[in-house]
C-alpha cells in the first residue's frame, strides 16, 4: 500500500514570495490533515478536510495560508505571501476514520520550508 | 482546554538500558492519548493508543504505554532500547467531541552503544 506522498520535500524561498505544496493520501482515505511543525515544536493542526469539505481551519491563518481539496483526493496548501515565521515543516497526514482519535493518522514524510 | 507536557526535551540512553518518556496530559474528561514516533526526515508513525480499557497498553517495537489518570500522565516504556529508537517521540491527546490531535513539543532520544 503506497503511503502518503508530498512534494516537495525541501523549499527555500525569499519572504514575501508564494510556495505552495502538493499532498496526495493513502487511496480511500477520506480525511485529510495539514499540519505545521516548527522547530522544536509539535505539529500543529492548520486544516481537516472530510473528503472534499473543511472539518476544521480554526487555526489556518487565512490571510496568508490557503487550501483545497476539490475533488476529494489530492490537497494543495499554499502561502501567499510568506513570512520568516513560516518557516517549517509541513506534515500531511491521512485517515480512514471519520475521525482522528477512532483511527490511526498516517503520515508523510513532509515538506520543509526555508523563507529567507 | 487541551494540552500536552512533555517534560524531557531530550534523553540519552544506553543501548540494552530501559526507556520511560513521559508525557502528561491535561483534560476534564477521558482523553484518547497516543504515543507517535519521528525519524529523522521521515513522518510521524504510530506507536500505540490508548481509549479505554486496559491502562497498560501495548504498542510496536517492543514498545508500552500506562495511562494514570490520578496522574494524567501517559508514560511512554521500553525494557531494551535498541540504537534505531533513536528518533523523536511525541504525545499527543484527543477526545470524543474533536477530531482535533493536541502534540505536545516532543522528547528527542539519543542511544549510546
Known amino acids: 500500500e503506497a503511503g502518503v506522498a508530498q512534494s516537495p520535500r525541501y523549499k527555500i524561498i525569499e519572504k514575501r514570495q508564494s510556495v505552495a505544496f502538493w499532498c496526495n493520501p493513502i487511496?480511500?482515505?477520506?480525511?485529510l490533515y495539514w499540519y505545521q511543525q516548527i522547530l522544536g515544536q509539535g505539529p500543529k493542526l492548520l486544516i481537516q478536510f472530510q473528503n472534499n469539505g473543511v472539518v476544521d481551519d480554526s487555526q489556518l491563518p487565512k490571510d496568508r495560508f490557503s487550501a483545497e481539496r476539490l475533488k476529494g483526493v489530492d490537497s494543495t496548501l499554499k502561502i501567499q505571501p510568506a513570512k520568516l515565521e513560516d518557516s517549517a515543516v509541513y506534515l500531511c497526514?491521512?485517515?480512514?476514520?471519520?475521525?482522528?482519535?477512532?483511527?490511526?493518522?498516517?503520515f508523510g514524510e513532509g515538506s520543509r520550508l526555508t523563507v529567507l | 482546554a487541551q494540552s500536552v507536557t512533555q517534560p524531557d526535551i531530550h534523553i540519552t540512553v544506553s543501548e540494552g538500558a530501559s526507556l520511560e518518556l513521559r508525557c502528561n496530559y491535561s483534560y476534564g474528561a477521558t482523553p484518547y492519548l497516543f504515543w507517535y514516533v519521528q525519524s529523522p526526515g521521515q513522518g510521524l508513525q504510530l506507536l500505540l493508543k490508548?481509549?479505554?480499557?486496559?491502562?497498560l497498553v501495548q504498542g510496536i517495537k517492543g514498545f508500552e504505554a500506562e495511562f494514570k489518570r490520578s496522574q494524567s500522565s501517559f508514560n511512554l516504556r521500553k525494557p531494551s532500547v535498541h540504537w534505531s529508537d533513536a528518533a523523536e517521540y511525541f504525545c499527543?491527546?484527543?477526545?470524543?467531541?474533536?477530531?482535533?490531535?493536541?502534540f505536545g513539543t516532543g522528547t528527542r532520544l539519543q542511544v549510546f552503544p
Open positions: 487511496s480511500g482515505h477520506a480525511t
Open positions: 499527543a491527546v484527543g477526545n470524543q467531541n474533536t477530531d482535533k490531535l493536541i
Open positions: 490508548y481509549f479505554s480499557g486496559d491502562t
Open positions: 497526514a491521512s485517515s480512514s476514520a471519520v475521525a482522528s482519535h477512532t483511527g490511526e493518522l498516517f
